[in-house]
């Protein structure tokens, strides 16, 4: 079990431009989730997958933001657009639903930085 | 909507001093509570948790009790060291919104020694 990882860790753009993220998580987990993380506070969930469904999606998450999970394993965070307001850390975590109340496990997360 | 509020910080604290970092929620439901810890440089870490009225969750010398009755889940540990420097942070979730985690604004502890 290597934990959640995150690629790339770090990210500098230019306003415009399209990025993608990706996480990993562990491999028995069925939930992932996204959260976002600005300077200073603390992380805002953006959605989160069940296997490969997209259950849920935050009023955070603007039409240039579309998340991704096939075949329920590694998903990718896409903004398209960037703009100077989505510099962020992007936290992805992951869990396993057979417990009542299941334990979110965190990535490093991915810095961005659009110029 | 269910939210977390933690007490300002930064918090400095010498080396072996009691600490205590307050938090309260409001939920609609039944939620379970969490401490997670950030690192400098680092992603987070969960501390400790607790899932039901009066549980206490504890670890590496921390504890929080779930306190219903004052919406409440303070974090204590009777004597911090240099190496506890970090931001925490206190959570929430509800198993009937998806389990997606709410966060209160973090806590930054400075320990000196």
New interface residues.
């Given amino acids: 079990d290597t934990g ?1 990882s995150q690629n790339p860790r770090h990210k500098i753009t230019k306003r415009g431009q399209n990025v993608t993220f990706r996480c990993d998580p562990i491999s028995e987990h069925n ?1 992932l ?1 996204w ?1 976002r993380q600005t300077l ?6 953006l959605t ?1 997958f069940q296997n490969e469904a997209q ?2 999606k935050s009023r955070l998450l603007s039409d240039r933001f579309s998340a991704e999970r096939p075949k329920g394993s590694f998903s990718t965070l896409e903004i398209q657009r960037t703009e100077q307001g989505d510099s962020a850390m992007y ?1 992805c ?1 992951s ?1 396993y ?1 057979g417990q ?10 991915t810095r961005l930085l659009v110029l | 909507g269910d939210s ?1 509020t933690q007490m300002e910080g930064p918090v400095t604290l010498s080396e072996e001093a009691f600490l205590t970092i307050n938090c309260t929620y409001t939920a609609t439901g039944y939620p ?1 509570l ?1 401490w ?1 810890v950030q690192y400098p440089g ?5 501390l400790l ?1 607790a ?1 039901k009225a009066d549980d206490k969750g504890s670890n590496k010398g921390f504890e929080a009790t779930y306190r219903k009755e004052t919406t409440s889940f303070h974090l204590e540990k009777g004597s911090v060291q240099v190496s506890d420097s970090a931001v925490y ?1 206190c ?1 929430l ?1 509800t ?1 009937n919104q ?9 806590t930054e502890l400075s320990v000196k020694p």
């Fill in positions: 959640v939930r989730y959260y200073g506070q603390g992380p805002e969930f989160y259950l849920e936290l975590a869990s639903t009542y109340q299941e334990t979110q496990y965190f990535g490093p997360g | 977390v379970s969490f997670y680092e992603g987070l870490q969960l948790k899932t942070f959570a979730s198993y998806g389990g997606k985690l709410i966060f209160g604004q973090g």
